[in-house]
């Protein structure tokens, strides 16, 4: 199914935009935090816990707005089980290779260039044309985001090209994917609810995480801790599963379905944003190239909220 031409989008539908912003905020720790638990977890290990963890909470989400138990007959299978399987299930272990073989400072640079990705997704994908205020506003996001991942004060330089670039770039043309087709398959064409498809696509990469887990394993390149995690530890995996992967995934869904993937996408750059601002409260010092970084991204988000309200 074809999507509207952007013109017949909304992009002032506030809810939505504070549902993308939310996300933001929770994705905006993901980064370093994912950095952090990987000195102590196997990759895989760790992509098939979080999406496991945050199913309780997707699950009773989607039942209390259905009215109904999430799993039953006449699911459209053949769309979930590659939305999840690809769409998350590769997207989080592309994107956690990628954080280990590279460095936070490049994939928070790489992550910047995600609107044009996005826009480039609908136009091969949906054949939508970008909205007037649209490519103005890219330009803001993308800049002030590339700001604010390379403004750190006294920064420590990226650790050159090592290969896990090129696993986050993969990264965000999946999430793309993700983001288009589960609205064209499961909301418009299904006539699913939000909450009904983040629950099943997590259920699908769930199931298909923890395969990969299991074959990796069988084959010497996957292992379960050798010992029992501590409390922080489970902590972290705590928040990345029921936050990041859980939360996050539902407010962004849910943006989506409302501003279009290039609009939510655009103020998705308040990631970076956030992320310095939570560094800040944890005692780390922000430069002012950050902080007008910031600024510019904001100015961006600003710009297409301005946007005329069309129908």
């Not at 272990?93 to 996005?118: E, K, N, Q, R």
């Amino acid at each position: 199914m074809t999507a509207q031409p952007a013109t017949r989008q909304r992009p002032r539908d506030l809810k939505a935009s504070i549902g993308v912003v939310g996300a933001a905020f929770i994705w905006g720790s993901m980064v370093p935090l994912t950095a952090l638990a990987l000195t102590t977890l196997d990759t895989f290990f760790l992509a098939a816990v979080r999406y496991s963890v945050a199913l309780p909470a997707l699950g009773a989400i989607a039942w209390l707005a259905d009215r109904r138990f999430p799993l039953h007959r006449h699911l459209p299978w053949r769309q979930i089980i590659p939305l999840g399987a690809i769409g998350m299930g590769l997207f989080v272990i592309c994107f956690t290779l990628g954080i280990h073989y590279s460095d936070p400072i490049t994939v928070a640079a790489l992550i910047s260039g995600a609107p044009i990705v996005s826009a480039v997704a609908m136009r091969v994908l949906e054949g939508e044309r970008l909205a007037a205020r649209l490519p103005f506003a890219i330009l803001l996001a993308v800049g002030g985001g590339l700001m604010v991942a390379l403004g750190k004060p006294e920064s420590t330089a990226s650790q050159g090209f090592r290969g896990g670039e090129l696993l986050v770039l993969t990264a965000m043309l999946v999430w793309a994917w993700y983001s288009v087709k589960s609205q064209a398959w499961l909301a418009l064409r299904a006539g699913m609810s939000q909450p009904a498809i983040s629950f099943l696509t997590a259920l699908a990469a769930a199931l298909f995480l923890w395969i990969v887990f299991l074959v990796g394993q069988a084959a010497g390149f996957a292992q379960a801790p050798s010992q029992p995690l501590p409390l922080p530890i489970w902590l972290n995996i705590l928040w990345l599963g029921i936050a990041c992967t859980g939360m996050a995934t539902l407010l962004w869904n849910y943006g989506v379905s409302r501003l279009g993937v290039t609009v939510a996408t655009l103020q998705l750059n308040l990631e970076p944003v956030f992320a310095v601002l939570v560094g800040v409260a944890l005692g780390a010092a922000a430069g002012w190239l950050q902080i007008l970084g910031g600024l510019v991204v904001l100015a961006g988000v600003i710009w297409v909220q301005m946007a005329p309200r069309t129908r």
